[in-house]
């Protein structure tokens, strides 16, 4: 008799209705039942997993069949709701989030999982948002909680205490979106998601010096398929349409197989994404109501030759620039790592890049490589080139230069561990009237020490800003042709944030744990 494993998660929605997501414990056939009508597919099966994904097309209550056999909604919860999105008004989202116990020495140590402090106060009544984003980290594969060695110690008796096979990352899914309140608020608020490194390995792909180190891990290579066929099964399905999940050839392969296990055409697919990006993309975008929303992939799609680095290779790039247009009200980007650090940590990181490429001589090259590394130098400011056109694209946004400007432009992002608002412009022109912004929410769960909190605020705010002016001069490094402010923050608790779309208009708060789901701050970004 099957059971439900995990879920079900309420993901891809639009005006028609939405996507409902599940895994099982054999393979059977997954009813969805909402408002009278019924949708029904069978299970597809990867190592051993037992996967569905339903499009049900129609709102209100649902529940969910294994067999014909009623498996959901959870005794003493709310109803969960299909929910179509025909324009987005409030968009919560967050990034960084570990899977450990909730009990007080837990929370001691990685504070109150806001995450479910928020599906909490749902459950109370209050409206659901449009839509959830997820930046990145929605699982720490290189910081496996106790529960999870426990499960790799019990599969290997020798071996690393890492996360390798296909198996540990299902397992890891499982702790992370089991929880029941947190299942609850995946299975009626509608999900996107995009990965960082964590979900793979902290610093992937940081440069290609890294990926040869890590090719010369002999566990490496089976961890980095599993990953990405994890991530294809867990995350990446579900950010898909209906129509475009059926034009996927891997999705296709593995459903024609029946029955049959299609863990091969999964790890082939994963192989071939990691040697070759432009074979695979995870970046996505949806028009909805007057809102374009696009989600970039900031860790696969990189391109890391020396000398020539980008954040989005030729392909990725080429794509998304069809995309960043006007003609909408807003325009939001999701990026996993922020495009606008504080000013000084953005120099810093352009001079190491620069010196990595060679303008300081070869002994140093090596010497930035490895601060590089140990410092996290990687985020748009460690990709200069890519930096640049990107600003470019965002100002010929703004002025209307590729389609009516949208009243706003907002990247979304995580992945630092604080959270913060910052305004952008071109040099020439004031931060007064400015309509691109970069909302910073992180993390979900996954405090920093305070030691490291106030590292942050002297290194960041303080000391870095003289200091990466000066050594970017020293590498020769043009002047930046954007220049932006922080105007909210650096906030340091566990929190998500929700921005606010109404028409033309537009605000952005960030919440906390508690009390109560308590309001750190409300900005608008519209007048």
Not at 107 to 136: C, I, K, N
Request: with cysteine; charged share 25%.
């Amino acid at each position: 008799m099957p059971d439900l494993l995990v879920g079900p998660l309420l993901r891809y929605a639009d005006e028609a209705g939405a996507s409902v997501w599940v895994e099982t414990s054999e393979p059977c056939e997954v009813t969805v039942e909402a408002g009278g009508v019924r949708a029904a597919e069978r299970t597809f099966t990867v190592h051993g997993h037992h996967y569905a994904i339903v499009d049900v097309e129609v709102a209100g209550p649902y529940t969910v069949e294994l067999d014909g056999r009623g498996v959901w909604p959870l005794d003493g919860f709310p109803p969960s709701r299909i929910r179509p999105v025909e324009k987005l008004g409030r968009v919560v989202f967050g990034s960084c989030r570990t899977s450990v116990p909730h009990d007080e020495e837990h929370t001691r140590t990685h504070g109150v999982d806001v995450l479910r402090a928020y599906g909490r106060r749902l459950m109370r009544g209050e409206e659901p948002p449009s839509l959830m984003l997820f930046l990145g980290d929605q699982v720490y594969a290189d910081e496996p909680s106790q529960e999870m060695l426990g499960f790799i110690r019990s599969r290997r008796q020798d071996g690393p205490d890492e996360i390798v096979g296909f198996q540990e990352y299902a397992e890891l899914y499982r702790q992370a979106w089991t929880d029941p309140v947190v299942r609850w608020v995946l299975s009626t608020v509608p999900t996107a998601m995009i990965f960082d490194d964590h979900d793979v390995r902290d610093d992937w792909n940081t440069s290609e010096t890294w990926r040869r180190q890590m090719a010369g891990v002999p566990w490496w290579p089976a961890r980095v398929v599993s990953a990405l066929g994890a991530y294809w099964v867990y995350q990446h399905l579900g950010n898909l349409s209906p129509s475009e999940r059926e034009a996927d050839p891997v999705y296709a392969a593995i459903r024609a197989g029946g029955d049959a296990d299609g863990g091969a055409i999964l790890d082939a697919f994963a192989e071939r994404a990691d040697q070759d990006p432009s074979s695979a993309r995870w970046s996505y975008s949806r028009d909805i109501g007057g809102t374009r929303l696009v989600m970039l992939d900031t860790r696969s799609a990189r391109k890391l030759d020396r000398g020539d680095r980008r954040m989005l290779d030729e392909d990725e790039w080429s794509w998304f620039a069809e995309r960043a247009t006007g003609g909408v009200d807003h325009l939001l980007i999701g990026s996993s790592v922020p495009v606008f650090l504080p000013s000084g940590i953005f120099d810093v990181e352009s001079w190491n890049e620069a010196v990595a490429d060679g303008a300081w001589g070869r002994r140093a090259s090596r010497v930035a490589e490895k601060i590089r590394q140990a410092l996290d130098l990687e985020h748009w400011g460690a990709f200069r080139k890519s930096f640049d056109a990107f600003g470019r694209v965002l100002v010929d946004i703004a002025a209307g230069r590729r389609g009516r400007a949208p009243a706003t432009i907002v990247l979304m992002s995580g992945d630092v561990h604080y959270s913060y608002l910052a305004a952008a412009r071109p040099v020439s022109a004031g931060l007064g009237s400015a309509r691109i912004y970069q909302a910073v929410c992180s993390p979900i769960r996954n405090p920093l020490s305070r030691t490291l909190r106030l590292a942050n605020v002297i290194g960041s705010f303080g000391v870095a800003s003289l200091a990466g002016v000066l050594l970017a001069r020293t590498a020769g490094l043009p002047r930046r042709e954007f220049r932006w402010k922080i105007t909210g923050g650096p906030w340091f608790p566990n929190a998500l944030a929700s921005l606010e779309l109404d028409g033309r208009s537009a605000a952005v708060r960030w919440h906390t744990a508690r009390p109560d789901f308590e309001e750190l701050t409300r900005v608008p970004l519209t007048s």
